[in-house]
């Protein structure tokens, strides 16, 4: 977790319930008597943000209804949706608009008097009002039904009016794959029938600190499962689609020979499940992706992972092997913004992302899953680009890569002794290299402006000092 966010937790643990109590005793202390008069502006922490609008404007839709008995109004939307008598915060000099609808046939109105504004009436169930006004001072303001009785029996909420817009911060459960969480090497084999089951899943997921997003992943993190097969294995993909899903998806490996690598037979539809079997025929590192139009959306939203096909007897052993993926998001606000964000389909085609990561969100290796290993081991990194569109320098600072196994090519020689390694968006590369000296090691693209926008990762790496390779002052 990071300072900020503790500290944001402290001060929403501190100072919250006190706001809470200290309204609910205005609140409900004085229910019959004259509005009160504006005081300070509370903190904004207890506060549903507006449903819609910017600092020029707020819109909010009440429905009344009965709770526990009692006449109020319920929250439609937004951060108020389902919320009995909302606190409703809007920006000063916003024009407000809040929009009534009648949901239990008795006869209602709202009216906020410090802004000299009442509505009709409504008599019928569906009947609907909007009033609007703006709000030209700060502080909090209740509003109310006017009717006999109604707002002395639960009627009632505040309209705050603060000097600038609450932020709205968003929260979301990781969807980060630990680059740890991978099958081991295959043991010595023939080819042999191997079943893969995937399954696509939509969900809401933290795209940086305050940030979510609308992932759409193979098995609910990103990337998607380490496939590991050996060549020669007949490989049954099964790809269910959750019925939860809006849209359809589907696979395409890039370690299959046939037709669209699969996706002609595996377009997937909410609820449905199918298979299709292929033969690995090449041994490699290779991309999978779900390949459904726009498949840069689908790309862009994290649904793709990697499938190793490892060559008859095996790769060389070494003491730990992470997997890594980087991708580009196109959102439709910019880099930072807090709240939860849309994808812009204007951004992916002009191929102007907002933000690149490892494993799906900001911080996902270095304050989540940081890479961790030891002097003396050999680490393996697999490597992806799984773009949408950009390629990737990929570079570890103050480590040089023993070997490459460039483009994800396991078959041909290694390079050897590299700093950086090109990797095209839908490839792979496959490096190693020994650990010699204790410390942080950061890794990014060096395409270097992508290190603000979210790409980095850190290994590591702990053991003894090595001052006869790395030290600190002259001879
Ligand atoms: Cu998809």
Redesign the pocket.
């Known amino acids: 977790m990071t300072q900020a966010s503790k500290f944001f937790l402290i001060f929403a643990a501190l100072v919250v319930p006190v706001l809470v109590a200290l309204l609910v005793a205005t609140a409900t202390g004085t229910p019959a008597m004259p509005a009160p008069t504006p005081g300070a502006m509370p903190a904004g922490h207890d506060m549903a943000p507006a449903a819609t609008g910017t600092a020029g404007s707020a819109a909010f839709t009440l429905r009344t209804g009965i709770d526990a008995g009692r006449p109020v109004y319920i929250g439609v939307g937004g951060a108020i949706d389902k919320v009995v008598n909302p606190t409703l915060a809007v920006p000063a000099g916003a024009a407000v608009a809040i929009t009534l609808i009648n949901g239990d046939a008795g006869e209602h109105d709202i009216a906020i008097p410090d802004f000299q504004s009442a509505s009709e009436h409504l008599r019928a169930t569906g009947a609907q009002t909007v009033l609007n006004f703006t709000a030209d001072k700060v502080g909090a303001f209740p509003y109310f039904c006017t009717l006999p009785g109604h707002r002395e029996s639960g009627m009632a909420g505040r309209l705050v009016v603060g000097p600038a817009a609450t932020p709205q911060v968003a929260h979301a459960p990781s969807i980060v794959r630990d680059p740890a969480d991978l099958p081991a090497p295959l043991a010595r084999r023939g080819p042999q029938a191997v079943e893969i089951h995937l399954e696509?899943v939509e969900l809401e997921g933290q795209l940086a600190s305050g940030t979510t997003y609308t992932y759409?992943t193979f098995n609910g993190q990103v990337p998607g499962p380490f496939l590991r097969v050996r060549v020669g294995d007949m490989v049954t993909v099964y790809l269910k689609n959750r019925a939860d899903s809006h849209?359809t998806?589907?696979i395409d490996l890039h370690a299959v020979t046939g037709p669209d690598g699969g996706a002609g037979l595996m377009q997937v539809a909410p609820g449905q499940e199918k298979a299709f079997t292929f033969k690995a025929l090449y041994p490699g590192l290779f991309v999978y992706h779900?390949a459904?139009a726009m498949v840069a959306s689908?790309l862009a939203s994290g649904?793709y992972g990697m499938i190793l096909v490892e060559p008859e007897g095996g790769l060389p052993p070494v003491d730990r092997e992470f997997y890594v993926m980087q991708s580009e998001l196109y959102t439709d606000q910019p880099f930072g913004t807090p709240g939860h964000q849309n994808l812009s389909t204007d951004r992916l085609l002009a191929e102007q992302p907002t933000y690149f990561v490892f494993n799906g969100a900001v911080g996902a290796l270095s304050d989540q899953h940081p890479l961790h290993a030891q002097v003396g081991q050999t680490v393996r990194i697999f490597f992806g680009d799984a773009g949408p569109n950009l390629p990737s320098s990929f570079h570890v600072i103050g480590a040089v890569f023993d070997r490459v196994y460039n483009l994800g090519a396991l078959e041909s020689p290694p390079l050897t002794n590299v700093q950086a390694v090109l990797v095209p968006p839908g490839g792979s590369a496959m490096v190693e290299f020994g650990l010699h000296v204790p410390g942080h090691y950061m890794f990014m693209d060096h395409a270097m402006s992508r290190a603000e926008q979210g790409l980095k990762g850190m290994l590591e790496v702990t053991g003894p000092e090595a001052p006869d390779i790395f030290r600190a002052g002259g001879r």
């Open positions: 696509a759409w849209m998806h589907s779900c459904t689908h649904m």
